[in-house]
């Protein structure tokens, strides 16, 4: 049960970090915007010191994590920079196991807050992401080496002199503080996203706010960061009348940070007391027997933050139906290739050539992956036939459910032999590409039985005769039933894996779900169907 929801619940909080709605503590950068709004859009920045902070991160009042920066002006190439570096660090528990993430960046940038480079680590599994980042006039020059790659991938972002480096938010604060009622625009590079997002900072007024060493009179910030596919996140900071940030919280998950000296950010963290399931399950009423065998489920949801017409998507196994801003009927379809079944208005989606050439996540090039989907398939030349080969092979074949794995990619995987849904998920995908079959992760929610709730899952769809077919490797049961809930899909391109968890993070503790009737698979024509309570004992 724990291994379905395992590496969203661990890579939610993360990715918050990454996206900054979390204070990496005090963090170098952005001018403001020639068209911020503020009565002190005029006035000259104040320069960047040399200084050095410490935070603590919080979830459910539980601490899990810390993050260092640091901030020093020196020559490099007899040119005068400042540069920053922030490491964080989080520590998260599944049941007896442990993992960590490890997220460290580094910005060099000009006096005036101009982006000459970055870098980063992220290391979410036994190996990690490496990006490099440079500026050229109206190009930013990222790239990026995955585990045991030796030849990195490339990617050119269009930038712009104007454009801030990826510890924007608190040291646009730190370079010029705002004041109650002001706003202020820019826009920044994210880490980990390898996206410019456009960020907005709402000064309200000053409260009291507790933090660890007492009650403070903080200016409160919302925080707004839209990406370029129109996700947004939400968050607020608390600055003093000097702009440092000495508190954060992101509405997504309730993570907090709090500023605090060495010694207590040190201290050894709550993660073993601080148990994250109940917040990532959606517990339901009504049981659902045998999920996997349904032919057609729907669904009433509800969504206290949003509208989850808004939230899942449409498809071929899935039609969404608006009933009111906060609550949507969704129908789930279970389909094969070949048949008419599934979403009749479902729109045409062709696949990308994205969806077949390897990533820093899938690496459908690397020997060992090519030398075992060759291994699990032979000579079969149906794709689907081969496609669900596949699909049991990744079953079979990752053993080890060890669960300190957080998002390892797939060329981690066909060595290691262990994790579990999202490492079963890029396992297939990249395996499945390797067979010249087109495929993508999906991510959403599976309904786990004994527990009567669904929980956060990752599986693979692959594209078979002109439609995209759901398949698990985590389950393998040859394709899917109706007891999977899309929320989105992403063939993991420049690590977008971070972009494919945003809109389940803003899910994570206000879904509800009711389950409307079902109808199951069965041999015979007819049907089968119930409402609410009443069984359906058919195959």
């Not at 994590?65 to 020196?74: A, E, F, K, S």
């Not at 933090?211 to 403070?216: A, E, I």
């Not at 389950?475 to 007891?483: C, D, E, Q, R, S």
Request: net charge positive; glycine share 8%.
């Amino acid at each position: 049960m724990n291994r379905k929801i395992a590496a969203i619940r661990r890579l939610a909080a993360g990715l918050l970090i990454l996206a900054g709605c979390t204070n990496n503590s005090p963090q170098f950068q952005a001018e403001q915007r020639p068209d911020a709004t503020s009565a002190d859009a005029e006035a000259n920045p104040r320069s960047l010191e040399a200084r050095e902070s410490w935070d603590v991160y919080v979830l459910q009042g539980k601490r899990v994590g810390y993050g260092h920066t640091t901030i020093r002006r020196q020559l490099e190439s007899g040119l005068e920079v400042v540069r920053t570096e922030n490491v964080s660090r989080l520590t998260l528990r599944r049941g007896t196991d442990v993992s960590e993430q490890v997220i460290s960046g580094t910005s060099v940038e000009t006096p005036r807050g101009e982006l000459i480079g970055f870098q980063s680590e992220i290391r979410m599994g036994p190996g990690a992401i490496l990006t490099f980042g440079s500026a050229h006039g109206k190009k930013l020059d990222i790239m990026m080496l995955g585990p045991g790659e030796t030849k990195p991938k490339r990617i050119l972002i269009p930038w712009s002199s104007d454009y801030f480096g990826p510890f924007a938010t608190e040291q646009t604060l730190l370079r010029r503080p705002m004041k109650p009622g002001q706003r202020r625009a820019f826009k920044t590079i994210v880490i980990g996203f390898n996206q410019v997002a456009d960020v907005e900072l709402t000064a309200k007024d000053f409260e009291s706010v507790k933090l660890p060493n007492g009650m403070r009179e903080l200016l409160r910030v919302e925080t707004l960061t839209r990406l370029p596919d129109g996700q947004q996140i939400k968050g607020t900071l608390w600055c003093d009348r000097s702009g440092d940030t000495l508190k954060t919280y992101s509405e997504a998950m309730g993570l907090e940070t709090f500023r605090v000296s060495k010694a207590e950010a040190l201290k050894k963290t709550d993660a073993a007391e601080l148990d994250l399931l109940p917040s990532m399950m959606v517990e339901v009423q009504q049981p659902l027997s045998d999920p996997h065998r349904t032919k057609r489920v729907r669904y009433r949801v509800q969504l206290e933050r949003g509208d989850p017409a808004k939230s899942f998507v449409t498809g071929p196994t899935q039609s969404v139906k608006s009933i009111d801003p906060h609550t949507a009927e969704i129908t789930v379809y279970a389909i094969r290739p070949g048949q008419a079944a599934g979403n009749p208005d479902a729109p045409a989606e062709q696949p990308t050539d994205d969806d077949l050439r390897p990533n820093n996540f899938i690496q459908s090039d690397d020997p060992l992956i090519r030398a075992n989907a060759q291994k699990a398939a032979g000579d079969e030349k149906d794709p689907w036939r081969a496609a669900v080969a596949l699909e049991r092979f990744v079953h079979d074949e990752v053993k080890d459910k060890n669960f300190t794995q957080a998002f390892a990619t797939a060329a981690e995987v066909a060595r290691s032999r262990e994790g579990d849904c999202t490492e079963h998920a890029v396992y297939l995908a990249a395996l499945a590409r390797a067979r010249g079959i087109p495929a993508r992760l999906a991510i959403g929610l599976v309904y786990i039985e004994g527990r009567r709730a669904f929980g956060f899952h990752a599986w693979t769809e692959v594209y078979v005769k002109d439609r995209w077919i759901p398949i698990d490797g985590t389950l393998a049961h040859g394709g899917i039933g109706a007891a999977h809930l899309k929320i989105a899909a992403s063939n993991l391109k420049e690590a977008s894996v971070y972009n494919a968890l945003l809109p389940v993070v803003k899910l994570i503790g206000g879904l509800r779900i009711e389950i409307v009737d079902i109808v199951r698979k069965q041999p015979s024509a007819g049907g089968c169907s119930l409402r609410m309570q009443k069984p359906c004992l058919s195959e």
